[in-house]
């Protein structure tokens, strides 16, 4: 492992002072993971300082493989499961009727279409505060 810098150690326990804020106001909090780069390292303070948050992901079943991988990696790593929701298969086969089977690749408008979808065809469950990755 390597040692963080001050600056970057100050701003890593700025941030898990504000989840931990987060959830002594909103008690039940989650967080959705886009699995990107920083959505990692907000799932390393969360499962290292806060465990207590659920994160989330949204699997459209169009995921690369590697996203498949990385999905595992990090199960494995902090030893919980990341939850997966899935859309509705009746929502998107009309999206997929509407922009095509591969529209999410024709820009970043298309792709945040698809995880609508995806995200708000099934509830993350009934929190109150939900931060979206």
Do not use: H
Request: net charge negative; proline share 5%.
């Amino acid at each position: 492992m390597f040692e963080l810098s001050k600056a970057l150690r100050e701003r890593a326990e700025d941030s898990i002072s504000q989840l931990r804020s987060a959830v002594a106001e909103y008690k039940n909090v989650c967080y959705a993971n886009s699995l990107g780069s920083e959505s990692i390292v907000l799932t390393d303070l969360i499962w290292g300082s806060v465990p207590e948050i659920d994160i989330f992901s949204i699997d459209t079943g169009r995921l690369y493989p590697e996203t498949y991988d990385l999905i595992e990696r990090v199960q494995q790593r902090y030893g919980r499961a990341l939850t997966l929701y899935y859309p509705k298969t009746s929502d998107l086969e009309r999206w997929v009727g509407e922009n095509g089977i591969n529209g999410f690749r024709d820009g970043l408008e298309q792709r945040r279409g698809c995880c609508v979808v995806a995200r708000w065809s099934r509830s993350a469950g009934p929190s109150p505060a939900a931060a979206p990755g």
